[in-house]
């Protein structure tokens, strides 16, 4: 089937260094995309969402960008902290379509913040 | 609030054995899921269900079971584990209009023998 992939298995970066993690998304059909943060032994946990419609939208240090042309996502992180560190997780889903067939994510990026 | 609950938290079977993974969730979320999560494959979906008495296959079911008899719980089934079914077990939930942000548990680490 299609996939949601991510480019770089491990990200190290300085802290208070930007944070930049990108994906990849095959199903153009889809509308939907949320970033999950994964800490060691926890489940993952909802940072961010962008609706197909949008191009760019803005949280609490977090900036997520979508490009339906090339059909790539990223999330930024502003001024990283060592609380940032993580298996990052970008997901799709086709709500217009019912949404019932779940979540679609990719292999997860590995964000290592450097003191 | 509890949000998505999962036991056991760690499991160790050995092959042919049966066990329930139990979830539950107390935000009335109509949409329940599990995944299971491997070295290098991100979370791949076994089973869903969009409503009490409504189950469906996702993407990995073979070797699993799932009920929902009612709307707080979405018990996951192996009825003869194999080894290749070690591994961490998500369950989540989720509202199934508008966005459907999944909240997840902290998940069940499975080691079959």
């Known amino acids: 089937g299609e996939n949601v992939g991510l480019h770089l298995p491990t990200l190290s970066v300085q802290e208070g260094d930007n944070s930049i993690i990108n994906c990849a998304y095959s199903?153009?059909?889809?509308?939907?995309f949320i970033w999950y943060k994964q800490e060691s032994g926890k489940g993952p946990q909802f940072i961010i969402d962008?609706?197909?419609?949008?191009d760019k939208r803005q949280g609490q240090r977090v900036t997520v960008l979508l490009n339906k042309t090339v059909k790539h996502l990223s999330l930024q992180i502003a001024a990283t902290q060592p609380g940032d560190s993580a298996v990052y997780f970008c997901?799709?889903?086709?709500?217009?379509?019912?949404?019932?067939?779940?979540?679609?994510f990719g292999k997860g990026t590995h964000l290592i913040i450097q003191p | 609030n509890a949000g998505v609950t999962q036991t056991p938290k760690f499991q160790v079977l050995k092959t042919g054995q049966s066990m329930t993974l139990q979830c539950a969730q107390d935000?009335?979320?109509?949409?329940m899921s599990w995944y299971r999560q491997d070295p290098g494959m991100g979370l791949r979906l076994i089973h869903y269900?969009?409503?009490?008495?409504?189950?469906d296959q996702g993407e990995v079911p073979n070797g699993y079971n799932v009920s929902r008899s009612t709307t707080e719980d979405f018990p996951l089934r192996l009825l003869s584990a194999a080894p290749s079914q070690t591994s961490v077990y998500f369950c989540?939930?989720?509202?199934?209009?508008?966005?459907?942000?999944?909240?997840f548990g902290a998940g069940t680490r499975l080691s079959v023998l």
């Open positions: 199903n153009s059909a889809s509308d939907y």
């Open positions: 989540a939930s989720s509202y199934l209009q508008g966005k459907n942000i999944q909240y």
């Open positions: 997901a799709e889903n086709l709500i217009s379509g019912g949404g019932a067939d779940g979540l679609t």
């Open positions: 269900s969009v409503g009490a008495g409504i189950t």
């Open positions: 935000m009335n979320h109509e949409y």
């Open positions: 962008i609706r197909s419609n949008m």
